[in-house]
């Protein structure tokens, strides 16, 4: 029997925060954008002179330096309502208020289904760069991670033996590259959130967190911050300061190849 879904409101925001200012004094070279995005095929030449978020230096850095904020050359119909700003080169600058928004409503609502050692909420990732963050992410939590290739029927076929019957909540990494998994949640009514670029669209998603899917920082940085605010639902922190986990366990250490050849 199909799941019965529950439905998440994109339009909605429950709980807005204040204006954030992000200051870029320094043109990026290549091989920073390179790192930022972790793709081989960026043009060289990025200039970023925005006023983004503001809530203390620290914070600002973090997500500066990780390049959650950098999108890609496309932009969808979907993905305009996240946008703050086109670059000179044509990438499209995600506005990382609405990333802390949506991860702060991602973490509300996934910790609502959060049960340590249950498969109620499936995590996955295609992209090399995801799969340590969403292992790494479910090792704190609890979760179900499904890093290889996801088995067509598990969230739909109780006869075959990877079906997941007590799956209530799917999160992916993208859109594109997860899009076995995203189809066969929507036939069985499966709620989705997913870090969602530029490029991407809504359908079959529930929930969109607004952020560079495809860089390994950023990858890593929004697991991260994502985790720590689920503890702080659930209770088991009292303080982000008390999240025993480093940004660094949440990082790929994947080598990006443009870097192995130096």
């Known amino acids: 029997m199909a799941k019965k879904k529950k439905k998440i409101e994109e339009k909605k925001v429950e709980e807005p925060l204040e204006e ?3 200051d870029f004094e320094e043109d990026l070279d290549l091989e920073e954008e390179l ?21 203390d230096e620290e914070r600002k ?9 950098i ?11 996240f946008i703050y700003r086109q670059t000179n080169y044509g990438l ?19 910790s609502k289904y959060i049960e340590e050692g249950s498969d109620r909420v499936i995590v996955t990732s295609i992209r090399r760069y995801g799969k340590e963050p969403v292992k790494k992410f479910c090792e ?48 069985a009514r499966i709620p ?15 929930l969109a967190i607004p952020a560079n899917n495809r860089g390994k920082k950023a990858l890593g940085l929004a697991f991260w911050l994502l985790a720590r605010q689920i503890m702080l639902e659930l209770g088991k922190i009292a303080s982000e300061e008390e999240f025993p986990y480093t940004l660094e366990e949440f990082t790929s250490k994947i080598v990006p190849i443009y870097r192995q050849e130096q």
């Open 35 to 55: 790192e930022l995005l972790d793709t081989e095929d960026v043009e060289a030449g990025i200039e970023l002179r925005e006023e983004l978020i503001d809530k």
């Open 71 to 81: 999108g890609t050359k496309l932009l969808t119909g979907d993905a305009k309502r």
């Open 192 to 206: 989705v959130v997913s870090i969602f670029d530029t490029d991407d669209t809504l359908n079959g998603i529930d």
């Open 61 to 69: 850095q973090l997500y500066l330096s990780c390049g959650i904020h």
């Open 92 to 110: 499209y600058v995600i506005d990382l208020t609405k990333t802390d928004e949506r991860l702060n409503i991602a973490a509300k609502f996934l």
């Open 140 to 187: 704190v939590l609890g979760c179900k991670a499904v890093i290889n290739r996801f088995i067509p029927g598990s969230l739909t076929n109780p006869l075959i033996d990877t079906y997941i019957k007590d799956a209530s909540v799917v999160v992916i990494v993208d859109p594109h590259a997860d899009k076995v998994i995203l189809r066969e949640a929507k036939l």
């Open 20 to 22: 954030l200012e992000i």
